[in-house]
């Protein structure tokens, strides 16, 4: 279950899907069409991502938080913002659901002691979990504050931008979160 954040992720990854002999998800965000990038490999460069390996996108020391597609983009702003008020976030862009890349969440959780996960979808039963409940044996006693998640309040989600917009988490709002937990 691919879920690229950026266009030149997106490239890569998906020629990576092509050459896969299994079935593969692609999720694209609606939203990052009109996203402009400044990662967008040259037409004639083959560039495959492997599944299963995720991207820190920031390196830091005081929190991890950890998200995918259109939430890599939000939170990428907000830890940008909170380097300037002294706070090390280190963000890691999943790029796969499928395979999930714990290796790379536990050894940064290892090193921060604290651990965010962003999605756009719903809390309940939702990808955020599901990382925090694989990872858990492995940094337990590695953590200096409960996991915390952000997602999406569990209720229907308007078709009404003006009424979708303000459920979902935004960098405002993820740096709030990660101000509180550091």
């Given at each position: 279950?691919v879920?690229p954040?950026t266009?030149?992720?997106c490239?890569?990854?998906?020629k990576?899907?092509?050459?896969d002999?299994?079935p593969?998800?692609f999720?694209e965000?609606k ?11 040259e ?8 599944f299963?390996?995720?991207?820190i996108?920031?390196e830091g ?13 939000k939170?990428?702003k907000?830890?940008?913002q909170?380097?300037k008020?002294g ?10 659901i ?9 050894r940064s ?10 999605d ?7 990808i955020t979990g599901e ?18 998640r ?7 989600l ?5 009424l ?7 960098e ?6 990660i101000?509180?937990?550091?």
């Amino acid at each position: 279950m691919v879920v690229p954040s950026t266009a030149g992720e997106c490239k890569g990854l998906l020629k990576t899907a092509i050459r896969d002999n299994d079935p593969v998800m692609f999720f694209e965000h609606k939203m990052l069409y009109t996203t402009k990038f400044n990662d967008v490999p040259e037409v004639e460069e083959d560039v495959c991502i492997p599944f299963g390996r995720a991207r820190i996108v920031a390196e830091g020391a005081d929190i991890t938080v950890v998200t995918n597609s259109m939430m890599t983009i939000k939170a990428e702003k907000a830890v940008r913002q909170l380097q300037k008020e002294g706070i090390s976030a280190e963000l890691i862009d999943l790029r796969t659901i499928v395979p999930l890349d714990t290796e790379t969440i536990i050894r940064s959780v290892k090193k921060t002691g604290k651990l965010l996960i962003v999605d756009e979808g719903h809390l309940s039963f939702g990808i955020t979990g599901e990382i925090a409940s694989r990872i858990m044996p492995d940094v337990f006693y590695d953590l200096d504050a409960p996991i915390q998640r952000m997602g999406t309040a569990d209720v229907p989600l308007p078709f009404s931008p003006a009424l979708e917009f303000p459920l979902i988490p935004d960098e405002k709002k993820i740096a709030a979160k990660i101000r509180e937990m550091v």
